[in-house]
T-cell receptor, first 116, second 115 residues
Framework: ELKVEQNPLFLSMQEGKNYTIYCNYS?????LYWYRQDPGKSLESLFV?????AVKQEGRLMASLDTKARLSTLHITAAVHDLSATYFC????????????????FGKGTHLIIQP | EAGVVQSPRYKIIEKKQPVAFWCNPI?????LYWYLQNLGQGPELLIR????????DSQLPKDRFSAERLKGVDSTLKIQPAELGDSAVYLC?????????????FGPGTRLTVL
């Protein structure tokens, strides 16, 4: 059974600081997604990481994937209040499970609060 | 381009009542997913459709939950009867191709409260 673990689950930080959210998963996969969710809203796709060593950046956010370590990171640079949200990583096993129910397995999310 | 549409956005019912949720995926998307999201948790997959076929419903509690996607476009998820523990957000997502090939796009969700 695939397990996806994020840490930290809660993070309060000040504007201007840097921080990293970690996502570990238990089974081989080379497809990992990062989503953002604002309170009461649905999930917004941030990054799609499809191979070992993939790195993608958008504004103050940068995501990377190390499939050998089964680890993805989401790095926040010089945080601003608008980045306050819950961030989820999700792992896709469909390519390895023969089309089973493991389409996307999500972590519990990291609730990020950025204070002025 | 319109996104994934879900209705209703909110539903409050008493336990033992039936409830249904509707989802219209992004036009042209062949794969449709229903997820359950409990408060403070990540979404959990309930069922996945490829066109009109439910290719995996192993995570769907079949004693009270049912789903259909009759014409391979929109889909309905039903709970009958609802229990207190069913209170959650029900998310629908769609993707163009097969699971694992294309990115999933999520709808706004239906927040269900069972009293």
């Amino acid at each position: 059974e695939l397990k996806v673990e994020q840490n930290p689950l809660f993070l309060s930080m000040q504007e201007g600081k840097n921080y990293t959210i970690y996502c570990n998963y238990s089974t081989t996969s080379d497809r990992l997604y990062w989503y953002r969710q604002d309170p009461g809203k649905s999930l917004e796709s941030l990054f799609v990481l499809l191979s070992n060593g993939a790195v993608k950046q958008e504004g103050r956010l940068m995501a990377s994937l190390d499939t050998k370590a089964r680890l993805s990171t989401l790095h926040i640079t010089a945080a601003v209040h608008d980045l306050s949200a819950t961030y989820f990583c999700a792992v896709d096993l469909s390519m390895y499970s023969g089309g089973g129910a493991d389409g996307l397995t999500f972590g519990k999310g990291t609730h990020l609060i950025i204070q002025p | 381009e319109a996104g994934v549409v879900q209705s209703p956005r909110y539903k409050i019912i008493e336990k033992k009542q039936p409830v249904a949720f509707w989802c219209n995926p992004i036009s042209g998307h062949n794969t449709l997913y229903w997820y359950l999201q409990n408060l403070g948790q990540g979404p959990e997959l309930l069922i996945r459709y490829e066109n009109e076929e439910a290719v995996d419903d192993s995570q769907l509690p079949k004693d009270r939950f049912s789903a259909e996607r009759l014409k391979g476009v929109d889909s309905t998820l039903k709970i009958q009867p609802a229990e207190l523990g069913d209170s959650a957000v029900y998310l629908c997502a769609s993707s163009f191709g097969l699971a694992g090939v294309d990115e999933q796009f999520f709808g706004p969700g239906t927040r269900l409260t069972v009293l």
